[in-house]
Every structure is written in C-alpha cells, then in structure tokens.
C-alpha cells in the first residue's frame, strides 16, 4: 500500500517556475515506478511525466519536455517535478501516482495503482 501527498501548487506568472512535491508512505515505495498526470477543467486526465523506480529513466509529454524536470530521492520517499518557463496552459490540478511495474514507463493513467488528492496550479498570463 503507498499514500501519495502532493504539494507545492499555487498561483504563478507565465515564465515563471514552481515544484510540485509529493510525499509517498510506505516501506515498498523504492520498487515503484512513478508518474505526475494533469487534468484541466472539461478535459480528460493527461500524462506529464514519469521516473523508473531507481531514478535514471525518465519519460515526459511533448507538452512539456525541455521545460519540466522529475526526479525523486528514495532515501525520502519523495518524487518531485521541477516546471519552468510555465505557460498559461499548464493550468491544471496536478497528481501524482504510482504504479508497480518499476522499471517500465507507464503513460496510461489506468495502469497507475495509487493516486494522490492533487495540487492546483493555476498560471496567469
């Protein structure tokens, strides 16, 4: 079982930057591949990123690649996601989410185990 807790959202200029964090229970959490989705009103749940369970593979969305950056430190129980040079349409409430299969990258939002509430960040033009 692993409790997902996510952080770090807010209100920022576009151009601007926030981390989002997200704080994982359990002993098993170093085996788990991890994943940030989003979802923006009247729109379905889309992948942003995702991390291998050591941490030296990442896979991100065209939408956001050479902007945002996840990473995760296991020795915490933590996985975060670096975004810079924010665009209005980045507005979205941010999760979160594990999935069991560690070493693989996992895109599809059904395959993922464990989801947090989610992290509201807003980008204002």
């Known amino acids: 079982q692993v409790q997902l807790v996510e952080s770090g959202g807010g209100l920022v200029q576009a151009g601007g930057s926030l981390r989002l964090s997200c704080a994982a229970s359990g002993r098993t959490f170093s085996t788990y591949g991890m994943g940030w989705f989003r979802q923006a009103p009247g729109k379905e749940r889309e992948f942003v990123a995702s991390i291998n369970w050591r941490g030296d593979s990442t896979s991100y969305a065209d939408s956001v690649k050479g902007r945002f950056t996840i990473s995760r430190d296991n020795t915490k129980n933590m996985v975060s996601l670096q975004m810079n040079s924010l665009r209005t349409e980045d507005t979205a409430v941010y999760y979160c989410?594990?999935?069991?299969?560690?070493?693989?990258?996992?895109?599809?939002?059904?395959?993922?185990?464990?989801w947090g509430q989610g992290t509201q960040v807003t980008v204002s033009s």
């Open positions: 989410a594990a999935h069991r299969s560690g070493s693989r990258h996992v895109q599809r939002a059904i395959e993922y185990d464990y």
